[in-house]
């Protein structure tokens, strides 16, 4: 806190004012780097594997990021802490569900598959689970291959999903 108040010029109480702790601080920088670094272009001139892929990429690329260091290490930190579980859950985590959610279905819909809203949810998980699983469990850079595959796949179960309400 000292070192920030030091590189703003102004007194640490100031500091104290604004965030309660350096959790708080944290979580908002993340949200505002991750805003931009995580959103959904969903370009109409491609395909929708290639779409997804492209946006699986852009996550796979934002953990490699001093703000997805910083992710990992709140959700890690969340692990241990509850206060720190709540904040990061009711601010970043939701909000940024509440765009994956929204591009994911930007992009079934131009696809026209037609997904619940529970599907929807469940695609979400199954297209950034391996994600974060292979980060935060194995600590292991995310290839290419992997985010090939988990586009694939979502797609294909986005399909079932589909023809099963249809």
């Known amino acids: 806190m000292e070192g920030i108040a030091q590189r703003a010029g ?20 993340l949200a505002d780097d ?26 796979a ?12 290490a709140l959700l890690g930190h969340a692990q241990l802490n509850d206060d720190t579980a ?25 696809e026209e598959l037609v997904v619940d809203d529970r599907g929807v949810d469940h695609l979400v998980d199954v297209a950034l689970g391996p994600l974060y699983f292979r980060v935060l469990v194995f600590r292991a850079p995310i290839d290419r291959e992997l985010v090939g595959t988990t586009a694939r796949l979502t797609l294909s179960l986005a399909r079932e999903l589909s023809a099963g309400e249809s």
């Open 34 to 59: 991750a805003r931009e670094a995580l959103e959904w272009h969903v370009d109409p001139g491609v395909g929708a594997e290639e779409a997804l892929t492209s946006h699986l990429r852009q996550v």
């Open 61 to 72: 690329d934002f953990f490699q990021e001093p703000a997805g260091e910083v992710l990992q």
């Open 10 to 29: 102004v007194a640490k109480q100031t500091i104290y004012r604004w965030w309660k702790s350096k959790v708080d601080i944290l979580l908002d920088i």
């Open 86 to 110: 709540a904040s990061l859950r009711a601010g970043f985590l939701r909000e940024q569900r509440e765009r994956d959610v929204a591009g994911l279905r930007e992009l079934l819909v131009r």
